[in-house]
């Protein structure tokens, strides 16, 4: 299971918005960096950004999802739904609605179910800081944003498992990338934090 955590956090995922010379890179499963081309940034304007932002999130999100799988691939993990409840979870799971805010709150990052997202940069932010620091406050609102999500999957998990699957009895720091834990398999899907294996000590941390 070790070489699978350092298999996850080796992965890194390189987008572009779409008619832009804004990019991104994922690494280590959170952090965040843009890039911006020659002039990309001087010439852009909050809304632009916001829709090129939007755009990048997603994209991130299903390059990620596509490495996880392939990361996954030859073990015994199960990323699917394999029952009614487990179909309700990833159900529910894909209403949750997650917020990350920059500390300056001039920037803002919202989702529901990390796959619709909605980008707010308060007017006069890009002319008032540079790209570095423009970068930087993108991925602080982007950290929040995961870990919001993070916690409200995670509740949602304990709540629809815990009559039949014993969660309640598990420490507070489960495993919400998965559905349901079992004894001969570790289910689960990226997006979410961390539980505790039934058949290993080993954690793993995704989206």
């Known amino acids: 299971m070790q070489d699978l955590a350092e298999r996850l956090d080796n992965i890194r995922v390189h987008v572009r918005a779409p008619g832009t010379e804004i990019e991104a890179e994922l690494s280590r499963r959170t952090c965040i960096v843009l890039h911006f081309g020659e002039g990309a940034y001087a010439f852009t304007d909050e809304a632009m950004m916001e829709r090129a932002l939007a755009s990048i999130a997603n994209l991130l999100w299903v390059g ?7 990361a996954i691939e030859y073990t015994d ?22 917020v ?58 304990r709540r629809i498992y815990a009559d039949d699957s014993g969660l309640d009895m598990l420490p507070g720091y489960l495993e919400t990338n998965s559905a349901r834990p079992q004894a001969e398999h570790q289910q689960q899907t990226a997006g979410e934090e961390q539980y505790e294996p039934r058949s290993d000590t080993f954690l793993e941390s995704a989206w």
């Open 100 to 157: 990350g805010e920059s500390s300056d709150h001039r920037i803002a990052i919202s989702t529901v179910g990390m796959r619709d997202y909605s980008i707010h940069i308060e007017p006069g932010t890009l002319r008032g800081m540079v790209e570095t620091e423009f970068s930087r406050r993108c991925a602080e609102a982007a950290a929040l944003l995961i870990r919001d999500f993070q916690a409200k999957a995670g509740k949602l998990r």
């Open 77 to 98: 993990l199960i990323v699917d739904a394999s029952d009614s409840t487990d179909t309700h979870f990833f159900t529910e799971r894909g209403k949750i609605e997650a």
């Open 64 to 70: 990620w999802q596509r490495q996880y799988r392939r």
